[in-house]
C-alpha cells in the first residue's frame, strides 16, 4: 500500500495564502499525474488541481489565477500554493497520486490523509 503524506492546511484569514504539500514514498518506481481535490461539506468533490510528470498543468475556474500547483519530481513531491483565499476555498484537502510502485506492476491511484482548510476571520 502507498501512502501519501500531506501537510500545510490550517485557519487563514480572507485574503490569506497557504502552501500544501503531499509526499509519495522514495521507494516509489514512478509517479505519474499528482493532484488536489477538495470537498467542502454537502458539496461534491472537485478536481482544484493536477499536474502531470512533464509539469504540464490544468486547474478548476473556481481556482485559476489564485493557486499554483508544482512538482518536485527528485522528492516525490507535489505543491499547492493558494493565494487570495476565500470562504469558498474552505474544504478538505486530498492529494493524490498515478504510480506504478514497482518496475512491472500496473499504475494506480494514491491518496493522501487530507489535510483541513479553513478560510475565515
Known amino acids: 500500500q502507498v501512502q501519501l503524506v500531506e501537510s500545510g492546511g490550517g485557519l487563514v484569514q480572507p485574503g490569506g495564502s497557504l502552501r500544501l504539500s503531499c509526499a509519495a514514498p522514495?521507494?516509489?518506481?514512478?509517479?505519474?499525474?499528482m493532484g488536489w481535490y477538495r470537498q467542502a461539506p454537502g458539496k461534491q468533490r472537485e478536481l482544484v488541481a493536477r499536474i502531470t510528470r512533464l509539469s504540464s498543468t490544468k486547474y478548476a475556474d473556481s481556482v485559476k489565477g489564485r493557486f499554483t500547483i508544482s512538482r518536485d519530481n527528485a522528492k516525490r513531491t507535489v505543491y499547492l500554493q493558494m493565494n487570495s483565499l476565500n470562504a469558498e476555498d474552505t474544504a478538505a484537502y486530498s492529494c493524490y497520486a498515478t504510480v506504478q510502485p514497482r518496475a512491472g506492476s500496473t499504475p494506480s491511484d494514491y491518496w493522501g490523509q487530507g489535510t483541513q482548510v479553513t478560510v475565515s476571520s
Open positions: 522514495a521507494t516509489i518506481f514512478i509517479v505519474y499525474d
